[in-house]
């Protein structure tokens, strides 16, 4: 069982990076960085130190969607609706260059955990992987039929997993050429986010709706189940070790143990909702981007047995289980003691001179895109899936209902053995 100390504390405010949406955040691998993008077309990259100053990047002409620190953290990739993706130094001095990889907006980009591939996803309904060394094209993977959303890498770095809003989530490997591993399908919401867990064989998906699934990938299993926001969920993240999952939402932040399958703290603090998460890489610190183009630095207060320390005997497992909306703890906010943070240098990165372009040969992807997306049957098909879920969601109440069942199975047992003993004496 998890055990918390304190709950989450509000560290600093940061304003100023950002006018408008806080599209992405990432910590560098050290912790001492922040990077944000967002929907004014600026990265913004945060010291994280007590005098804090941020330095604004231009160069993309759309929207920023999503953003990636190499392992190192010597490069910052960023993702844009401008159909590019762009490597930043991320100093003051900081240059970057210039990958076109599709041929309409790209929607994400991800590092692999060893860096030496990226993947990338977009609005043309593919994900790309590519040599980090040289920016080479290595192979397509074709299954969706609408935007790609999001794209994550294992901790292994052999697969990668993509959502989409054609409502379906899929697993790949990266080592092969062809089909998926895996396509989860999802009757009701439509993926938004996606991540593996760092330490199993467990991916989280975020959906509209409000609700956060957990599935096995070796079983192509549902796993936990989380109906737990009035909104739809933005972004969420695992902390380093697994046993907690920061989701965020149109209305709030809530942290969930999924070591006992429920949400355990609520977290408020911007206006019009959170957009973006992500939580260092020593889970000692997570940020929140909302939509008021606010982040606010939280000091996590999570503690935790490893799971890799865990006596093999006493093991702790993600149990499968079912959350509503839930009574967890309400974090408040009181700005009083908020420390505030603003950008103090702007570093205009638009100059073409300062920029290394690099064209694709895209005529596959133009072939692609002509491509009439098939029907999967229409009502059919979604009363089938709500019908799955709906059998998905007995199954895990009965498999709670039976672990209680088996516990008092168990006292029972034990009291009339007490009871056998004692008789025996007497006689």
Known sequence: MSVLFDEPALERELRGGHKGCISSLCFSPNGKQLASGGTDCFLSIWPLSKKMTAYRMHGHTKPITDLSYNPTGSLVATSSLDSSVRFWVPTV????????????????????????????????KMIKLWDSKDQRFIRNFKQHRNWVRRVRSS???????????????????????GGPVHCFY????????????????????????????????RMFKLLQFYEIFNGDVSDITFDPNGSYIIAGSKNDTK???????????????????????????????????????????????????????????????????????????????TPKHIEHSEVEETLDMSHPEEELEIQID?????????????????????????????QAKQILALEAKTEILQARLDRMEKQF??????????I
Request: charged fraction near 25%; aromatic fraction near 6%; charge should be negative.
């Open 255 to 333: 942290v969930l143990d999924i070591l006992e399958g429920r949400a355990i703290y609520n977290i408020g603090g911007h206006v019009g909702g959170v957009s973006s998460v992500s939580i260092s890489s020593d889970g000692k610190q997570f940020v929140t981007g909302g939509m008021d183009g606010i982040m606010l630095l939280w000091k996590s207060n999570l503690t935790y047995v490893p799971l890799t320390e865990t006596p093999s005997k006493s093991r702790r497992r993600i149990r499968p289980s079912i959350a509503s909306q839930d009574d967890a703890l309400e974090v408040k906010v």
């Open 362 to 390: 895209q005529s596959e992807d133009a072939e692609s895109d002509e491509v009439e997306s098939k029907n999967f049957g229409g009502t059919e098909i979604a009363n089938l899936f709500n019908q799955n879920e709906l």
């Open 186 to 217: 999802e009757g009701r919401g439509t993926p938004t986010s996606v991540q593996f867990h760092p330490v199993y064989d467990i991916i989280a998906v975020g959906l509209t709706g409000g609700s956060v699934k957990l599935f096995d990938t």
């Open 155 to 177: 901790n292994a770095g052999n697969q990668v997993v993509s959502c989409s809003d054609d409502k379906t989530t899929i697993l790949w490997d990266i080592r092969k050429a």
């Open 93 to 124: 001095n900081g240059r970057c260059t210039i990958l076109k990889p599709h041929l309409r907006g790209v929607r994400s980009v991800k590092f692999s955990p060893h860096g030496d591939t990226f993947a990338t996803a977009s609005d043309d």
């Open 417 to 426: 053995k007490k009871f056998e003993d004692a008789a025996n004496e007497k």
